[in-house]
């Protein structure tokens, strides 16, 4: 398995970033994937997470209502849409395999991450 984000930068307060997950190593379509993030001096964070199908998504409450989570299954990609974007969101962010094809299950695989950095 190996998993390499992309995307992450700097973003003026208000702003907003496109993440990217590149998959391979697995067969992409048949697991949900997730997305994770760690704060400087904070603990891991999960954010979000997709199904397997495209059809189920859930966010952690910090995010919800501006970040999108989605999924290219031809491309073995998955993407986080980040809008509105505050100085809480800065950290490092992880793509994650999950163990399964349902948002309920664990994640047992990880990128390196890609940075996100919030500063005018």
């Known amino acids: 398995v190996q998993l390499v984000e992309s995307g992450g930068g700097l973003a003026q307060p208000g702003g907003s970033l496109r993440l990217s997950c590149a998959a391979t190593g697995f067969t992409f379509g048949v697991y949900a994937m997730s997305w994770a993030r760690q704060a400087p001096g904070k603990g891991l964070e999960w954010v979000s997470a997709?199904?397997?199908?495209?059809?189920?998504?859930v966010y952690a409450d910090s995010v919800k209502g501006r970040f999108t989570i989605s999924r290219d299954n031809a491309k073995n990609t998955h993407y986080l849409q980040m809008n509105s974007l505050n100085s809480e969101d800065a950290a490092l962010y992880y793509c994650?395999?999950?163990?399964?094809?349902?948002?309920?299950?664990?994640?047992?695989?990880w990128g390196k991450g890609t940075l996100v950095t919030v500063s005018s």
């Open positions: 997709i199904s397997s199908g495209d059809r189920n998504t």
């Open positions: 994650a395999k999950n163990l399964a094809h349902s948002i309920a299950s664990g994640m047992d695989s």
